[in-house]
């Protein structure tokens, strides 16, 4: 399909018109191109008659194919280049992304959705049997991917949260302080760090029942029992807290950059007018950072709708379900109970859930920031 | 667009007395968030150097509350007394460790090359990819950024396990690039359009071709934003669970499988995997200290318009 790339009214205008290429080259360019495509749909068919038992002559795996396919692009590209000239070079750019997503995306997906129409557990020995919209109809019984679904709103709605923090952050770094770089790199620090190591630290050493610091803070202040992880509400809270301390840097970094690269003499004129430091915020500094902050927050949302790691490890769900997100509950489905059917039925229908969630969530940011402003 | 020393906010107060609280006020802010982003961290490197006394009676401070030992470093093999030695834990370590190393390096370069590629073609030129314009294609690139890997895991254990790549560094590593892509993309966009165009036609006048322009002229002064586009994406991959957890078992697993896999079996020994914490945040510490300028830079591409 990528033949049909056409860099038309391509910029600059002074690129070699196709018509000086010569007839024998073009023919050379096409040639690659069908015998390529013509080798890898051949690798593939050899593969699929050698799988199915109707031939006898294949490879063990498929990975030949995988190597039929770099080589399909490779061909693809030069061909390119032979037939089109300046043209074939500019589409030379976008092709080796293009191939690599398509491949990696497009293809795995489609298998996704034909694996979520069967019965397969990886653990028996019967092997993958289609069974239609059995696992669909067992999704919308399973109260436990409710649940999940359940906490996921949870887990995003507590983004706000993150978000006055992270704006009251960006504000202090950007008033006139000393050691600015410092306090800086002091709190950007949560983001390098990798959320299983994070999840150990604090979760699991800092906040651990017996002697973890965290815990004998809260005895301190009054709270007698300080289990984080036992209760649902207050393991939920534990596993938002984790989840903030570490993506709160990336919000506020991006908050930073808003509120420096606003224009000063907003702010100066404002003050000339007699507002004080709060009306200034909120009805200068506030409306100015309106896209920067949807923006983040977008962002934030669409990293926390991954949500997964740190459940597992830290309370791998529990208790009761009660702090699973959607991925760490496919995550268990697959790994206690191998059942690879069922589970990708699930992460389908998420990934429809999220795609309806996140463009709806674009469409009412778009007007929500036009109407301010 | 780096973040930039501002100069104002000083004039706003009026009385010493309120300047001073007010001084006062940002300040205890910003000790207060240091303290809670630098804790943890401070209790993980203090706890790999504890004995289980220490541990489990909450002593803090070294020196004064007690005496620090290299247990936690001894039971990795990276203690003084005990790096020359032949140590299990510390094998299994340094191939994690390497493994992580080329599994981020690996995935952050392949993304960067063909991001980049990608982002200066959909920046310069115009496409028509059957009804599919630049904008679409862009689009396409960037609504990757939503998949959550839950949806890609358990088709691709299934493929890799039908094409040998499970367990595999290459692998993880195209799953990586995969992820980070939409990310790259990003970036170098941004970068790309803040090149003026001139440039290049200057180049292309004076008779590069268009594939010598982008590499002698752009690229160069595109540097910068690979520099933090890669730096972004190294992050990324080396902090990745999920995929690594599903897809690797013995060969290809990476440090915070590692990591994860230790508290599990005999109840949790906390001076190693404290220091084994230490260790697997140290590398990207240490980057986010020295590189914290292409860090910012990366996160903040297009933001701000």
Known sequence: MADQTLPTNAWPANAAPSDLISPGRKRLGRALMAAATVGLLAVIAVQILYKTEVDTIGFETWRPVVYAYVLWGVALGVGQVLTRGEDGQRALFLLPALLFTIAMVIFPTLFGFYIALTDWNLSSFSGRKFNGLDNFWQMLADPYYRNALFNMVLYVLAVLVEYVIAFGLALLLN??????????????????????????MIGKSLMEYRFGPAAALARQLGWENPAFFS???????????????????????????????????????????????WQTF??????????????????????????ADIIITVTSGGPGGATDSVSSFIYREYRDRSNVGYGTMLAMAYLIIIIIFVTWLLKFANRFVRNVN | MSVQTTEYAASEIRSPASF??????????????????????????????????????????????????????????????????????????????MNSVITSVGASSLAIVIGSLAAYGLTRYRYHFAWFKNEDISFFFLSQLILPPVVLALPFLVLYREVGMLDTRIGLILLYTLMVLPIVIWIMRDQFNSIPVELEEAALVDGLSIWGAFFRIVMPIALPGMVAAFILAMVLCWNEYFFA??????????????????????????????????????????????????LIMGMTAGAVK
């Open chain 2, 20 to 97: 001073f609280a007010n001084r006062a006020f940002i300040y205890g802010a910003l000790v207060f968030w240091a303290f809670i982003c630098l804790f943890p961290i401070y209790w993980t490197i203090t706890t790999s150097f504890k004995t289980a006394v220490d541990v489990t009676q909450g002593h803090l401070i070294p020196f004064v509350d007690f005496r620090p030992d290299w247990k936690g470093w001894r039971s990795l093999g990276l203690s003084p007394d005990s790096i020359f030695r032949t140590s299990t834990v510390r094998d299994e370590f340094i191939k994690r460790f």
């Open chain 2, 245 to 294: 957890a599903l897809l690797t078992s013995t060969d290809a697993k990476t440090i915070p499988v590692m990591v994860a896999s230790q508290t599990g079996s005999q109840g949790i020994n906390w001076w190693s995997m404290a220091a084994l914490a230490t260790a697997a945040i140290t590398p990207l510490a240490v980057i986010g200290i020295a590189l914290e300028r292409y």
């Open chain 1, 282 to 307: 909120w009805q200068v500094t506030f409306p100015l950072m309106l896209p920067v902050s949807v923006t983040a927050i977008i962002l934030r949302i669409i990293f926390k709708l991954k949500l």
């Open chain 1, 231 to 277: 209760n649902p509400i207050t393991a939920r809270i534990s596993i938002m807290v984790l989840d903030a301390w570490t993506f709160i840097p990336f919000m506020m970094i991006m908050l930073l950059a808003g509120l420096q690269a606003m224009s000063r003499e907003v702010l100066e004129a404002a003050r000339v007018d007699g507002a004080n430091a």
């Open chain 1, 175 to 200: 008033a006139q302080i000393r050691a600015r770089k410092f306090f800086r790199v002091v709190f950007l620090m949560p983001l390098m760090l990798s959320p299983v190591a994070v999840s150990w």
